[in-house]
């Protein structure tokens, strides 16, 4: 009968009770420590709640999708280095940026001495190597965290300009007397005259607008200014890479390994087509919002 009831969802009706009906045991009260064990719970379950829906809201930023790297490290506390961090690393960009100033001077001293833009390379050969080779710090910076970029993004950055200034142009003599090398040397002086000017500013928050102008500005001559250089001085060198098989290993061999240096370099100037665009257009973007943002804040001011 109790299962039908139980099955039912009804109560039966209360009868008169027996007289030797037990009365129900006492049902134990709620001790302190229970309850306060439960009402802890409940708060670490809402304060848990709120926590996931405060995540959702920064990670979704109110339009849904997949948030990129940059968005990812954006959202982030901003970690600046410590007071000797920053010491070293303006001493370092006031070096860097005194280096390519030598660079530049060299070159127009070069040009008024010759009368001739032609083979300025010579002029500069060792300076240009001993500073473009000095950035590879720039990679030890990222790797231990002093500086917060990417250190895959500042190693392919770096290490193709070192590549370029040893690989090719240090290994093959014959393209120095070129007219592109000048082209790319020019190109990369301004552009790290400014861009060491700008960090080393902006650590010292003193960043002034024309330096933070011509940073976001002179790129878009001075890049593809610099890849046509670039570009035209690894074309010229194929013919002598190939000729003196230059870096290249053919089988038979006790490793069984062959390579072409001549077909890199090929591969090297074809992924320029897919790279330069979207770099290219990123600093479009860039140029945007840092430029568009400091208009504003100086007419709030």
């Not at 930023?61 to 948030?67: K, Y």
């Not at 790797?143 to 290490?159: D, E, H, K, R, W």
């Not at 650590?203 to 011509?214: D, E, Q, R, S, T």
């Not at 001549?262 to 330069?276: K, Q």
Request: with cysteine.
């Amino acid at each position: 009968m109790a299962a039908l009831w139980a099955v039912s969802g009804l109560r039966p009706r209360p009868g008169p009770a027996s007289p030797w009906s037990l009365p129900p045991p006492p049902r134990p009260a709620k001790s302190s420590l229970w309850c306060s064990r439960t009402e802890s719970e409940l708060r670490v379950l809402d304060m848990a709640a709120s926590a996931v829906a405060t995540a959702a809201s920064k990670g979704n930023g109110g339009g849904g999708g997949r948030s990129g790297p940059s968005e990812g490290s954006s959202a982030r506390k901003k970690k600046f280095p410590g007071p000797l961090a920053t010491a070293y690393l303006v001493i370092y960009n006031v070096v860097m940026t005194a280096g390519w100033l030598v660079i530049a001077v060299g070159l127009v001293r070069a040009y008024l001495a010759k009368g001739s833009y032609h083979s300025l390379y010579y002029s500069i050969e060792k300076p240009l190597k001993f500073f473009q080779t000095g950035a590879l710090l720039e990679i030890l910076h990222c790797a231990i965290g002093i500086v917060p970029s990417s250190v895959v993004l500042t190693s392919f950055q770096v290490m193709s300009r070192v590549f370029l200034i040893w690989a090719v142009t240090h290994s093959v003599k014959e393209v120095q007397t070129e007219d592109s090398v000048l082209l790319f040397v020019t190109a990369w002086t301004i552009t790290e005259i400014i861009r060491y000017s700008f960090y080393t500013f902006s650590l010292l928050n003193h960043l002034p607008y024309l330096i933070k102008w011509a940073r976001y500005t002179l790129f878009i001559v001075l890049y593809p200014m610099g890849v046509s250089g670039e570009l035209l001085t690894i074309y010229a060198a194929l013919p002598f890479v190939r000729q003196a098989g230059l870096y290249s290993i053919s089988l038979p061999n006790k490793y069984n390994f062959s390579f072409d240096y001549y077909a890199f370099l090929i591969l090297i100037m074809i992924s320029y087509i897919p790279l330069f665009p979207q770099l290219y257009f990123h600093m479009i973007h860039q140029r945007r919002k840092v430029l568009s943002h400091t208009e504003e804040h100086k007419k709030f001011e």
